[in-house]
């Protein structure tokens, strides 16, 4: 029989042996929020559309994201138009963006030539959404995506940025809240994110702002009434959008 010491120690040393084997898995999971890649060829024509743009270096003001973002020139026109068109402002929204995404098009040319006062960037809920509804990749690997690895991709972009545009303000947003209910996993982890990229913002050229509680109702629910598809605006949900940040943007624009 064998003493109880060295049984103890045998399960002790097991135990940890599967401590490292997960972390060494956890390791060599690749975090594809931080590997620049570009998509199909409607999306080079939009993202060298952004380029043409920045070349000008006219647009005191851009919006940096994905389909919600794009969605200004939507849903969002009206408010677009009544908010951002007097100021000159410019949309570099492409839906279906994650973070990798935006980091390529920041290697390839949006912003060069560019310093704009303020740049609003929202971007992360496709990361998101890929990792809870696992898709192939170009590669044939599965897409996987925690809330730390969003926030690495939401790091290096505001990284990036700062070196493209030192003399410019960003406005970090939270994620927006989507799903129904506070439960959805998708929300949550929408939240797990913001709560760390919320960390990034140093108070001088990156401030952070979460306003996804101006679209919920008190007991945290979302209606089709403000995201119809309960993760894209509708008219309603954009004119909220520009309402709760403008305090902020006047101010970081010194108007």
């Keep these: 029989m064998k003493h109880p010491l060295l049984l103890s120690a045998a399960a002790l040393l097991l135990s940890a042996a599967a401590l490292l084997l997960q972390a060494s898995l956890i390791a060599a999971e690749p975090n594809y929020a931080i590997q620049p890649v570009p998509r199909d060829e409607g999306w080079l024509k939009r993202h060298e559309s952004f380029n043409e743009i920045s070349k000008k270096g006219e647009a005191p003001l851009v919006f940096l994201g994905d389909s919600i973002t794009q969605g200004w020139s939507g849903k969002g026109a009206a408010t677009w138009e009544k908010y951002y068109a007097p100021r000159q402002a410019a949309n570099f929204g492409i839906g279906g963006d994650r973070t990798e995404h935006v980091l390529w098009r920041l290697q390839n040319g949006n912003f060069d030539g560019l310093t704009p006062k303020l740049i609003v960037l929202m971007i992360g809920t496709n990361n998101t959404g890929h990792a809870n509804r696992p898709q192939k990749e170009l590669n044939g690997a599965i897409y996987q995506c925690s809330a730390e690895q969003t926030a690495e ?18 406005l970090l947003l939270g994620i927006f809240p989507r799903g129904e209910k506070p439960t959805d996993p998708m929300r949550q982890q929408n939240e797990a994110t913001n709560a760390l990229i919320a960390k990034l913002a140093d108070g001088k050229t990156v401030q952070y702002l979460d306003i996804g509680p101006t ?10 009434e403000i995201m119809p598809d309960l993760l894209h605006l509708s008219e309603l949900g954009y004119e909220k959008w520009a309402a709760a940040m403008e305090p902020k943007v006047k101010e970081l624009l010194g108007e």
Excluded: A, N, Y
Excluded at 155 to 169: A, D, M, T, V, Y
Excluded at 215 to 224: E, I, S, Y
């Design 153 to 170: 991709g939401v790091k290096l972009i505001l990284e990036s940025l700062k070196k493209k545009c030192p003399q410019s303000k960003i």
């Design 215 to 224: 679209f919920l109702q008190p007991d945290g629910t979302l209606t089709r």
